[in-house]
């Protein structure tokens, strides 16, 4: 029985800043952040948008009737939770409309958690395979103004639909995973953004992504050269890069070339998104479906997840025949929508989310054309709305 991915949809602000401007505001080379870093534009999110409202936002649109009636859990990864107790897959059940019946989890370890809730998730349906499982990396990276790494920020949502006979990708059942006690990137309880160090962090993701890839082929007896394209996790896609470059000497030039190929294609909607921690992966998944030409059916990818601290794991996909009717083809038009905003405009809204505070707030979604919004805080409940009721 063939068991993974069935339907992949994305969403992100209707905002972005552009990394050219934002490099010379800070006084630096443009091509320092748009080759050096691997990054042309950075999703601005603005306060009525958080990890809860993204993930919504991302699902609702692929979801039918039918599919509804058959989730019987649901996953969001996150390292942007909202409540140290409360899942935020809870609230997320509730916008959607799924029914009480269903079993909602929030995962956490960095960008990895999306992928331990993919695992999960085809386990499940392995096991009842009448059912479907619903996993959402939702994300927003925050790393504070005039930081080294905010030029690595950005935020979003993958929804993934699990199903038997998947329409996008059928997953193997095997995988190679490290994980240790790594002080690479963390934040603690009282920071809102994120304590990174960064050159120590690239290089733990290159010896991560070589030892379990690697690991993959010697334990599962897999040749490199069966694998059409490696699909990386994109904090930015310089990043993923320099760790495709690390392992073309196991193969020959040609497929060198390929893979270096399917990788533009891989990083193209990661390039005008920024870092989405636990959805980096499968956006890049999802741009390689959409806009690479040279992809098959029966093609299998490798998949490369990373989530600093530090856990990795690499496993395999094989397109399925019918892979592009999964796929969220409105993506490319809807990035290129996206109204440009001043550095000024961007750091206003990094500067008025909602404050980690008790008392009542609100916050203005006048302007923003989402189906749910986050509206404020009152009596300290969050309060969201959906704009279509």
Known sequence: MKVGIDKLHFATSHLYVDMAELATARQAEPDKYLIGIGQSKMAVIPPSQDAVTLAANAAAPMLTATDIAAIDLLVVGTESGIDNSKASAIYVAKLLGLSQRVRTIEMKEACYAATAGVQLAQDHV???????????????????????????????????????????????????????????????????????????????????????????????????DTLTALVFHLPYTKMGLKALRSVLPLVDAEKQAQWLTHFEHARQLNRQVGNLYTGSLYLSLLSQLLTDPQLQPGNRLGLFSYGSGAEGEFYTGVIQPDYQAGLDHGLPQRLARRRRVSVAEYEALFSHQLQWRADDQSVSYADDPHRFVLTGQKDEQRQYLDQQV
């Not at 080294?148 to 929804?159: F, I, N």
């Open 126 to 224: 392995r096991v009842h395979p009448d059912k479907k499982a619903l996993v959402i990396g939702s994300d927003v990276a925050r790393y504070g103004l005039n930081t080294p790494g905010e030029p690595t920020q950005g935020g979003g949502a993958v929804a993934m639909l699990i199903s038997a006979d998947p329409k996008v990708l059928a997953l193997g059942t095997e995988s190679s995973l490290l994980s240790e006690d790594v002080m690479d990137f963390w934040r603690p309880l009282y920071h809102t953004e994120a304590l990174v160090d960064g050159k120590y962090s690239s290089n733990i993701y290159i010896d991560y992504f070589q030892d379990v890839f690697k690991n993959y082929l010697q334990t599962t007896q897999t040749s490199p």
